[in-house]
T-cell receptor, first 111, second 116 residues
Framework: RKEVEQDPGPFNVPEGATVAFNCTYSNSASQSFFWYRQDCRKEPKLLMSVYSSGNEDGRFTAQLNRASQYISLLIRDSKLSDSATYLCVVSSGAGSYQLTFGKGTKLSVIP | NAGVMQNPRHLVRRRGQEARLRCSPMKGHSHVYWYRQLPEEGLKFMVYLQKENIIDESGMPKERFSAEFPKEGPSILRIQQVVRGDSAAYFC??????????????FGEGSWLTVV
């Protein structure tokens, strides 16, 4: 089983749509959870941290279910500029600095 | 305030040559990390360095790869005798004095290595 698994997509959605991404992780000792965004041939950039209580940042909502080892990201009112690959990232192991990345889910928002 | 600077951005090497990738962390950051992203794969942790010290190299291939972060100058990831499978994007990241987690490390734009 891969450490962090994501549906690779692509998700092709029209502008204004709501889209949800899911991610599962295998290490129950994982401590911190994040969603990153990566544009084509660019560096990954932090989108938001994910907490058990759930957190929202504008049109983006992230949720963590520790019991199911499951993380989600919801994007409302999709914009063309949201087109990117969304990376589920987990920090685990002896050093919290060591990030484990999923392969990413590709999103294309269509006019 | 300049971000994490990596160079070269693109590098082409023939099989058997050496590749040197450089990374200057953000100002005030003393912790450097290297990650590798193979085509169609997620980023994989390679190594964590502080000035003059390798803290964790558990993700480094056992042969041909080495990393350093000297007292003066950038961190360098060195790949000797490159093979086609080394073709990838190599990302450097840095964090401030405390070892970073996912929300306190900052990635450079990456160095794209192509081995022909």
């Amino acid at each position: 089983r891969k450490e962090v698994e994501q549906d690779p997509g692509p998700f092709n959605v029209p502008e204004g749509a709501t889209v949800a991404f899911n991610c599962t992780y295998s290490n129950s000792a994982s401590q911190s959870f994040f969603w990153y965004r990566q544009d084509c041939r660019k560096e990954p950039k932090l989108l938001m941290s994910v907490y058990s209580s759930g957190n929202e940042d504008g049109r983006f909502t992230a949720q963590l279910n520790r019991a199911s080892q499951y993380i989600s990201l919801l994007i409302r009112d999709s914009k063309l500029s949201d087109s990117a690959t969304y990376l589920c990232v987990v920090s685990s192991g002896a050093g919290s600095y060591q990030l484990t990345f999923g392969k990413g889910t590709k999103l294309s928002v269509i006019p | 305030n300049a971000g994490v600077m990596q160079n070269p951005r693109h590098l082409v090497r023939r099989r058997g040559q050496e590749a040197r990738l450089r990374c200057s962390p953000m100002k005030g950051h003393s912790h450097v990390y290297w990650y590798r992203q193979l085509p169609e794969e997620g980023l994989k942790f390679m190594v964590y360095l502080q000035k003059e010290n390798i803290i964790d190299e558990s993700g480094m291939p056992k042969e041909r790869f080495s990393a350093e972060f000297p007292k003066e100058g950038p961190s360098i990831l060195r790949i000797q005798q490159v093979v086609r499978g080394d073709s990838a994007a190599y990302f450097c990241a840095s964090s401030p004095d405390d070892a970073g987690t996912g929300n306190t490390i900052y990635f450079g734009e990456g160095s794209w290595l192509t081995v022909v």
